[in-house]
């Protein structure tokens, strides 16, 4: 472009140049002012993008750095935001790849189990559908075994408990840890693979208690509880992959706080509407939502 020619070579004055080109030097001056405001803006830009990626400890991507900009009035689009991200070499740790590490399924039940969530309409209304799922996090004083449980709805992690041993205990804890802090509505599916744990008497025996109907996946099909194994996947390529953890109480430290000081309370959801689980459920009509189910 004739002005970045004159850019290019500042040893001549603009005058020279301006007769050389056949450009108007009004226009010149006009073009240099646009462009150092664009640059302004660049930089601008860059800044806020940096420190959304840095509030999202490193997990946010393009697509939802872009809603944070735009719910403060920032007007950028999706491919701008993620060419500046690769300038400033700034990666999600989505794409960052690793091994999945998954439970032992070779005890699961076989029949009798049904999976209720297959042959009902999902859940509406919070409190409504429970999905839970283990996994095994490593650290140097060996594994320690977690159970999350989930509401099927805004996606909250309602409780979860962890432990040394995979046993019966470690889900009677983490459903008891739910009760604790919500109520449940009547109806309520909690929904699990058929390990041995969920499947236990005891665990069996204590939903029971609380009218909670029991709902398993079906053998050798990890889909079936989607909800639990996604929110795991996630955790783990956000927190648990790229920590060493030298202690069992310092994992635990690290995903309590993942969980319900990021998780629930900040970190942003596509099916959400790109809310956060509590920002979600505080802008649901309870009252709309209970009529209709």
Not at 60 to 83: F, H, M, S, V, W
Not at 190 to 202: L, V, W
């Amino acid at each position: 472009m004739k002005y970045e020619f004159i850019q290019e070579h500042p040893e001549y004055p603009v005058t020279k140049w301006a007769w050389s080109l056949q450009i108007d030097r009004t226009g010149y001056y006009s073009w240099l002012k646009s462009r150092e405001a664009r640059e302004e803006r660049e930089a601008y830009l860059k800044k806020r993008i940096k420190e959304e990626f840095e509030k999202s400890r490193g997990t946010y991507g393009p697509d939802r750095i872009t809603q944070e900009l735009r719910k403060d009035g920032e007007k950028i689009g999706r491919n701008k935001c993620a060419g500046y991200m690769a300038d400033m070499d700034l990666d999600s740790r989505h794409n960052r790849h690793r091994a999945k590490s998954l439970t032992n399924s070779r005890k699961a039940r076989g029949d009798g189990y049904p999976n209720i969530l297959r042959n009902v309409l999902m859940p509406i209304v919070p409190r409504m559908g429970l999905v839970s799922d283990i996994t095994y996090l490593r650290t140097d004083e060996g594994f320690m075994y977690h159970c999350m449980i989930k509401d099927l709805v805004t996606g909250e992690v309602l409780g979860d408990y962890m432990a040394d041993r995979m046993t019966k205990e470690l889900v009677i804890n983490a459903f008891l840890a739910v009760t604790a802090r919500h109520e449940l509505l009547e109806g309520c599916i909690f929904h699990s693979d058929r390990g041995s744990q969920y499947t236990s008497k005891a665990f069996m025996d204590l939903l029971k208690n609380y009218g909670i109907r029991q709902s398993f996946s079906r053998v050798g099909m990890p889909g079936d509880n989607a909800w639990s194994e996604s929110f795991f996947a996630t955790m783990k390529k956000e927190l648990i992959h790229w920590t060493h953890f030298e202690t069992k109480s310092r994992v635990r430290e690290a995903v309590f706080e993942y969980i319900y000081c990021f998780y629930n309370v900040t970190r942003i959801q596509k099916r959400l509407g790109y809310r956060s689980p509590k920002e979600f459920l505080r802008s649901l009509d309870w009252k709309e939502l209970l009529a209709v189910a």
